[in-house]
């Protein structure tokens, strides 16, 4: 295919590296952010393995000011589009050292470990770790196992092992330290900010606004939409990323929810909290488990690190994949989603919004309310009410960076043994995200007893009738929803850290 047969995008992409702006000019706006690195600026320390956001070995670590000082993620740059980046500041493998070949603190300890493997992986864990150093040593906090392991959650070696790179993580604090001149960087990126307003400003009145757009209001973001209803709207990239280097799409026209402020916010209210959509997927999980800390162990089983820290909540949801993580949650959970518009209300536009119950939200496989002018702005969570049980649960091959078998979300209401309310989410059993209708059906108003346990297992397993693929058998599939049943009574019921496999 002829590249130059493709629209190219209007202004220039430009981010911080080194020290200096790096601008690149005409760069598509499906490109990635690896073919940018690899093939235009021959950057080559950052390597391709999977070019699905699975492997970790095209890691880099990039940052943007939020409040005043930098937010560092390791992203993963295959699924990345390059313009994503635009005003941050990026760090590959190469950029670490320091000029008189002194390493930095994450490659000492690498050395000092044996956790140095191949030059696939090695420049991907070194990033992740990177990453790492600047949330935690750089602020004066230790590494712990648990946050080495979340850290390189998406990485993987398919070789060797990985005890050696998670004592290096625990060990980052016991080298020389070194610091990032946050403050040069803050001010260079407020540069290119105010850069790219005044650029915004002289071409308001044309009539080609390039085609990658990322509106940092939500008006903006509106119009866009109202605009360009054939645009491709990505938010993390995290699924979109992959339909260009797996499904080999093209996306002439892009626009990107990431940077409108208003959408990366989550509110909270007496009654509900409103995590706005394009609030990433770790930040939103934190948010829930504050309320429900059951939601944090499984926050941590969806996907690995990078995606958490780029993927977006909004984005899962809007997505509709019938083996999404958010979404068997938040139909237990009674959510709704608000669909914004930007659309003429008496002679004159404006933002208009639709508040949907997310379990009658998706309208077939894939398929959402979702108009073609829409976006979806908020999710809205209830708080929970005194006396909620809730469980959930997510079965994969891996227990990192794996996509569910079956998932399955439970929020009960129990009265004096008998249960006054029942909701329950379902993933991975249907052709959409799925609520239970009948199982609540058959729980409300019974006492929370081992028969209408088996009452409630019995009515799941007809309810759905999932299929058969790669990652399980419908009949496992089906056995799944009733064993959780199962594990949902015994938890509920007070036994504690409860292994089925364990039990006769
Ligand atoms: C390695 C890997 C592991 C993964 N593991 C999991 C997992 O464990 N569980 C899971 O559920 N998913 C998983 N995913 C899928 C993906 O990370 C999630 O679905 C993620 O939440 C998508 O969010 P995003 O912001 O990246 O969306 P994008 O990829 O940017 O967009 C996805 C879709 O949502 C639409 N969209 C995004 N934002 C909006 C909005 N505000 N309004 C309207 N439409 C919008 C886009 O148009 C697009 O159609 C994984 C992906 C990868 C690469
Ligand atoms: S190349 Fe495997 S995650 Fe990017
Ligand atoms: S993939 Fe690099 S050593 Fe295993």
Known sequence: MNPTSHPV???????WHRDAVVERHHVRPDRTLLDLLREDLRMTATKEGCAAGDCGACTVVVAETVGGALRYRAVNSCIK??????GMALWTAADLAQPDGTLHPVQQAMLAC???????????FVMSLFALYQRTVAQGQAVDTHTAHQALSGNLCRCTGYRPIVQAACSLQANAAQAVDEQRIVAALHQLDADKLDAGKKNANKKNDGDYLRPTTLPALLQARAQHPQAQLIAGATDAGLWLTQGLRRMPKIIDVSRVAALRRVEHYPQHMAIGAAVNLQDAFEALAVDRPVIAPFGERFAGWPVRQSGTLGGNVANGSPIGDSMPLLIALGAQVVLMAWRPVHGKRRIVHRHVPLDSFYTGYRQSLLASDEVLGWIVVPRPRPGEWLGVYKVSKRMEDDISAVCLAVQLQVHEGRITTARIGAGGVAATPARAVQTEAALVGQLWSPDSLQRAQVAIAQEFSPLSDLRASAHYRRQLLGQLLHRAWLESTGHSGVRLE???
Do not use: W
């Open 502 to 504: 364990e039990m006769a």
């Open 81 to 86: 589009p390059a313009h994503a980046i635009d």
């Open 114 to 124: 044996h956790g140095s493997q191949c030059g696939f992986c090695t420049p991907g």
């Open 9 to 15: 995008t209007e202004a220039p992409l430009r981010f």
